[in-house]
């Protein structure tokens, strides 16, 4: 029994590598606040690096995390920032050079506001750390620039079920892709 279980595993490995293509890609993120976190914060920057497997010429799914700071807003001394640790999947439209896909982002949202005032030489600063599930769909595509090199922009919606209302963003990403 141990045997077979060892060849199936054995077996499993072979498949997987020998159709493989591993991807690892960065991207720069503009990130413009909506909702509520819009009345509170200005334009956030950040990145993200993510790493993917392709299942198949249409589907690849893998891991991402990244950073996102928002600055404040009229000088409300409000500022906010985004780490999404996300399982990712990835769903191309085409095998060309020029692929459009479809993509969901799930996964947690460590999220960190802090507000900071000057009163009579005092400098008081207060920040609160939550973190909470969202989701985060896009639309966008990769570019083949070279046999292991593509040109990777999208635009994503994230979402984070926070208790009140939803903290949302649209994020526009542009980067590159290294494909292995």
Same mark, same amino acid.
């Given at each position: /029994?141990?045997?077979?279980?060892?060849?199936?595993?054995?077996?499993?490995?072979?498949?997987?590598?020998?159709?493989?293509?591993?991807?690892?890609?960065?991207?720069?993120?503009?990130?413009?606040?909506?909702?509520?976190?819009?009345?509170?914060? &200005?334009?956030?920057? *950040?990145?993200?690096?993510?790493? +993917?497997?392709?299942?198949?010429?249409?589907?690849?799914? &893998?891991?991402?995390?990244?950073?996102?700071?928002?600055?404040?807003?009229?000088?409300?001394?409000?500022?906010?920032?985004?780490?999404?640790?996300?399982?990712? &999947?990835?769903?191309?439209?085409?095998?060309?050079?020029?692929?459009?896909?479809?993509?969901?982002?799930?996964?947690?949202?460590? /999220?960190?506001?802090?507000?900071? #005032? +000057? #009163?009579?030489?005092?400098?008081?600063?207060?920040?609160?750390?939550?973190?909470?599930? *969202?989701?985060?769909?896009?639309?966008?595509?990769?570019? +083949?620039?070279?046999?292991?090199?593509?040109?990777?922009?999208?635009?994503?919606?994230?979402?984070?079920?926070?208790?009140?209302?939803?903290?949302?963003?649209? &994020?526009?990403?542009?980067?590159?892709?290294?494909?292995?």
């Amino acid at each position: /029994m141990r045997k077979l279980v060892l060849l199936a595993i054995f077996a499993v490995g072979v498949f997987f590598t020998s159709n493989a293509q591993f991807k690892i890609g960065a991207n720069l993120n503009v990130g413009i606040p909506t909702g509520d976190l819009n009345d509170a914060v &200005g334009i956030g920057v *950040g990145g993200t690096v993510t790493g +993917l497997y392709e299942f198949s010429n249409s589907f690849a799914a &893998g891991v991402q995390i990244g950073y996102i700071s928002f600055a404040e807003k009229d000088n409300s001394g409000i500022t906010f920032s985004v780490i999404p640790i996300t399982a990712v &999947g990835k769903y191309y439209f085409s095998e060309s050079n020029f692929k459009p896909y479809i993509s969901a982002d799930l996964g947690l949202y460590s /999220m960190k506001a802090k507000a900071s #005032m +000057l #009163m009579s030489a005092y400098d008081i600063s207060v920040s609160a750390t939550k973190t909470n599930f *969202g989701v985060a769909p896009a639309l966008g595509f990769e570019y +083949l620039l070279s046999e292991k090199l593509l040109l990777d922009a999208n635009a994503k919606y994230t979402n984070i079920f926070t208790e009140d209302s939803p903290t949302s963003y649209l &994020g526009i990403n542009v980067g590159f892709v290294y494909k292995f």
